[in-house]
């Protein structure tokens, strides 16, 4: 009896044991590779033997991310420099990383560094005390990073984010597909770029590819509108919350956008496709136009095909009264920041500074984005496409950040629900604006 | 005496690792959940007692549930009255021990061992307009000159004419991006995944009857179709009512698929994607919590209306 009694104490106590050993955390000493998380998620940053440091990173430059590149060669060169700092890191699909990068912030679990977009995305993080100030690591760096770049993830007056590249909303065309209907380069004003889309129509040529599953794409269509109808004061007031949305021009803006829906000149198509598809489609050549992030230059770039039928301009201005060119969707928004938890926060800062100015330098020679530092290095072998970005943004007269990533996530998620009703013609101007100034303010 | 308080703790030692994860895993979420539900909270700084205002919001048509749970019952109709009578017939019919059972078993199966992401990658292909496998199928079964595709489309197209601004029409079925095809669209992959899984469930049970009730049905003259319908069905009607309740809950707390296939919000929104949305995009923590309780509430509703309706049958 007894036996049998030491037998079921011995069979419980190893079940629950096995119950505990579920949640053990793995072996810290296990070999490093990228894509693979080994330290302990509650410290994951911890001292490492002989004076080394261990810094991890999370970032959304996956194997597919036009920017993997430019993390690679940037960590090769960075951890080259500092022997001293044992780096890993793990990228992440973009969608997921929302969630995740939000649920480690939550449980304060965070790497030592972390990829995050600016403005209202890291406000939140910042808001919760789980971000580590830069400005000592800045001052250090100033003359390389001028004080413009930093404005999206200063809060306060105090910087939490170090920013990479800046990418604006470009309207690229395939201009093969405009040949056929008499247009040798992009139309410059709004009345010709209307002729062109009815020209395109009428050959059964599809003007715009867009990706209605995934609303974002919409908004680069959208805001740009706007922006070109309202100017970017107006837009940029409302995306931060210092006007209200119940405006009439943007109300007759957004009917400006609905009627380009309404005339056809979308790909019907487009509702079922995510951006990916839609992208290859306009490399395929099934669309004349494509509103998109001037990100996309490297991949245009990529294909040499297709890099020599491909152009990119800015929006026209559709109301002259109030609008100019030179007013950009975008700007700095991908930004690394640095855990407020990391025990090597300071050294974590400085490194980061490091790793984004590289990052910021390999992305801009592939022609993922325009430099958020300054270029002190040859940059005469960048695509011809992001030159013409980069002469666009020269002549920038004011930036307006995507309205997705400015406003809060609650606003931002009315915002792009109401955007998904313009573009399916559920709502028009008027009630876009009633609905948004009842629900954001 | 003694003996009866050792085999008590005996037993209670063998309970305690279940009762850890019962609470750790269900009860202690649950509670958490319930507690979120009544805080303002963007699941990051702090929280703000706010009472029943997410109950409110949630009661509202301000996030979509009102729709997410039309569409999440409609999925619990369709699987209860298409899935399962599909299930049942295959179990059935495997059961009578025809040539190559096993075969057929785990090819039926098989569905259900594969990711459901890895799935609806697969049936976003399928499901790709114009060029996709279903859009290519239908477009070439047609009756004289309309094939099965324009009359979709003409359907749609009549639909989107009567919007407060007409749409442009479409050429061809957007399956997954209009809320007309969107919903169906995801049915058929649950269909297709699970339809094997309850299949397995009623073989098992179609097994479990003994073979002499059969045999003297058919000395009887009982054909195949009434020794079905009076010995085996009756037989099984237990797993029956599981498979039901399975369907049922399974409808309400669906997710995965329709993540992967839709992403869109509002076009076949459940609760689960509403609860995602709230949670995850909109910060709404308490929101989302709240939608998370009326899950729970609604599965153990369901389940007990179906546990009621079985007991009254028998």
Known sequence: ?441 | MKKKITNGINVFLFLLPALVLFLVILIIPIGLSTYYSFQDWNGIGEMKFIGIENYKTVFSDKIGLGPAIKNSIILAALSTFIQLPISLGLALLLGKGIKGERVFLSVFFMPVLISTVVIGQLWLKIYYPEQGMLSILLSGIKFGSTSIEDLIVNWINNMNAKLPIPKPPYTSVPWLGNTYTALACCFIPVLWQYVGYHMLLLYAGVKSVPPELREAAKIDGASDGQINRYIVIPSIKSIIKICVIFAVTGSLKSFDLIYVLVAKPKVADVPSTVMYTQMFKANNYGTGSAIAVMLIVLCFAFALIIGAIFRKED
């Open chain 1, 1 to 441: 009896m007894k036996m049998k009694k030491f037998a079921s104490v011995l069979l419980a106590g190893a079940m629950v044991a096995t119950m505990a050993g579920c949640t053990t955390t793995t072996d810290p000493d296990q070999p490093t590779t990228p894509g693979t998380t080994v330290t302990d998620p509650a410290n994951p940053s911890t001292p490492a033997a002989d004076g080394e440091v261990n810094l991890t990173m999370w970032c959304i430059a996956t194997e597919s991310d036009s920017n993997r590149h430019s993390y690679e060669a940037a960590i090769a060169d960075v951890t080259a420099a500092h022997p001293e700092i044992n780096f890993t890191w793990e990228a992440f699909e973009n969608e997921s990383y929302k969630t995740k990068i939000k649920a480690a912030v939550a449980a304060d679990e965070m790497p030592d560094i972390f990829f995050t977009w600016s403005c209202a995305f890291l406000g939140d993080f910042v808001d919760a005390g789980r971000v580590y100030c830069l400005d000592d690591a800045y001052a250090k760096v100033k003359d390389e990073l001028p004080e413009s770049m930093m404005g999206n993830s200063t809060y306060n007056g105090k910087h939490y984010g170090v920013p990479l590249t800046m990418n604006i909303v470009g309207l690229f065309a395939n201009m093969d597909l405009l040949k056929e209907v008499g247009y040798d380069e992009i139309p410059g004003t709004y009345d010709e770029f209307i002729a062109c889309c009815d020209a395109l129509k009428a050959a059964n040529i599809i003007p715009f590819g867009c990706a209605g599953k995934e609303t974002w794409c919409v908004t680069e269509y959208l805001e740009s509108v706007i922006e070109k109808s309202v100017g970017y004061e107006t837009l940029n007031d409302i995306f931060l919350a210092r006007a209200t949305w119940a405006n009439p021009d943007v109300a007759s803006a957004v009917d400006t956008f609905q009627s380009l829906v309404v005339n056809g000149y979308f790909d019907p198509a487009g509702d079922a496709l995510t951006n990916d598809e839609v992208k290859a489609n306009f490399m395929a050549g099934k669309y004349a136009f494509y509103m998109n992030g001037t990100w996309n230059c490297a991949d245009f770039a990529a294909n040499d095909e297709f890099f020599a039928k491909v152009k990119v301009g800015e929006f026209p201005v559709i109301n002259a009264d109030k609008a100019t060119l030179g007013q950009l969707i975008g700007g700095p928004s991908d930004t690394l920041a640095v855990a407020q938890s990391s025990p090597n926060a300071a050294v974590a800062a400085d490194f980061t500074f490091e790793l984004g100015r590289l990052i910021c330098k390999y992305g801009y020679l592939d022609g993922c984005g325009l430099p958020a530092w300054n270029v002190n290095y040859d940059d005469s072998a960048v695509n011809g496409l992001t030159q013409t970005v980069a002469s666009i943004c020269a002549q920038a007269k004011g930036y307006v950040l995507f309205g997705d990533t400015a406003m809060a996530a609650g606003d931002a998620q009315t915002y792009l629900e109401e955007v998904a009703m313009v573009y399916g013609c559920e709502v028009d101007g008027q009630t876009f604006v009633d609905d948004l100034a009842s629900a954001i303010r």
